[in-house]
């Protein structure tokens, strides 16, 4: 950029001193010279920028080619329901190798794993994309527990290291200001943010000395517009975009991409338990974007 600037500095300061000689030495002519000089110093800016901007859409478009999970280890948080369990079914039909749902309560991860592996038999049945050899395996664990989160991150990384990561793990209070507590905005923190931080310590590490892998952390429509009643929700929603654009910017050089997703109101048990509590105001604004059902989402 400094190499570019001083070039079209000169190519500007050469053209002045040439329309100074000529207006010097032939004046009749010295206007119609120095406009032709001056547009194809133009001209020629024009082509370098145009170039330049050619160059880098197709360094975006490299950079950001697309990623098929086809063959790969999917991890996934709280993915024994809601926006998780359709992620994990979705994994099934692309054909990942290995899926790993990961919660804290083991009856309805049983569940869920049971789900998953009737959707490769039918797939498989139907002559579908998914396939009947997809190992589905269940992880009970809570990502807010730092320590058994990085114990789990080691073994994986002696065994069979995750190729995508999805932090999927989240909650809310959806209360007013006035009426929430300290303890209201860790629970939010520690849940939303601390535990896909958690995950992320555990898993990158074998990432990058792979160089390969994808992390998506999943935030909410209140991570882009704080909401009545969303304080302690949006503030740790907001927090994982610029999380995940941090880490992009990191792990980028080590071949690990980062994204984060921002899905509207979903219907999964979650969101119809919050429904009962949140405020009316909360909910007559929200209900301007409607609520989708996971499969959607």
């Given amino acids: 950029g400094e190499t570019a600037s001083r070039g ?20 009749c002519v010295s206007i119609r010279v120095c406009i032709e000089l001056c547009r194809s110093m133009w001209a020629e800016l024009i082509a370098f920028f ?60 049983k569940q869920a794993a049971q789900e998953c ?23 009970v664990l809570d ?15 002696e065994t069979d290291p995750a190729d995508v990561l999805i932090n999927n793990a989240g909650g809310t209070v959806t209360k007013p200001f006035d009426d929430l507590t300290a303890a209201d905005f860790s629970h939010c923190w520690r849940l939303n943010v601390m535990g896909g931080v958690h995950m992320c310590r555990a898993i990158l590490p074998s990432m990058k000395q792979r160089r390969k892998g994808q992390v998506v952390f999943v935030s909410s429509q209140a991570g882009q517009v704080g909401l009545y009643g969303y304080s302690a929700y949006s503030t740790s929603k907001f927090a994982l975009r610029g999380l995940s654009e941090a880490l992009e910017m990191e792990a980028g050089a080590s071949g690990v991409h980062v994204a984060i ?10 969101f119809r338990e919050e429904s009962q509590t949140r405020p009316k105001i909360t ?14 989402v």
């Fill in 143 to 157: 990502v807010t527990d730092e320590e058994a989160v990085m114990a789990y991150g080691a073994s994986l990384a």
């Fill in 283 to 296: 909910e007559i604004l929200a209900a301007a974007s409607g609520v989708f059902p996971p499969a959607v």
């Fill in 8 to 27: 079209s500095a000169s190519l500007a300061l050469c053209c002045v001193v040439c329309c100074a000689l000529i207006c010097r030495l032939q004046p």
């Fill in 117 to 139: 592996n009737n959707v490769a038999k039918e797939a498989a049945d139907g002559g579908g994309r998914g396939s009947a050899a997809v190992e589905v395996v269940c992880k």
């Fill in 261 to 270: 997703a921002f899905p509207p109101d979903t219907d999964t048990p979650g």
């Fill in 50 to 109: 145009c170039g330049l901007a050619v160059l880098v859409a197709l360094l975006h478009a490299w950079s950001f080619r697309r990623f098929s999970i086809r063959g790969c280890h999917v991890l996934i948080t709280g993915a024994s329901k809601g926006i998780g369990l359709e992620l994990a079914k979705e994994s099934v039909r692309r054909q990942a190798r290995r899926v790993t749902l990961v919660a804290r309560n083991e009856p309805t991860l």
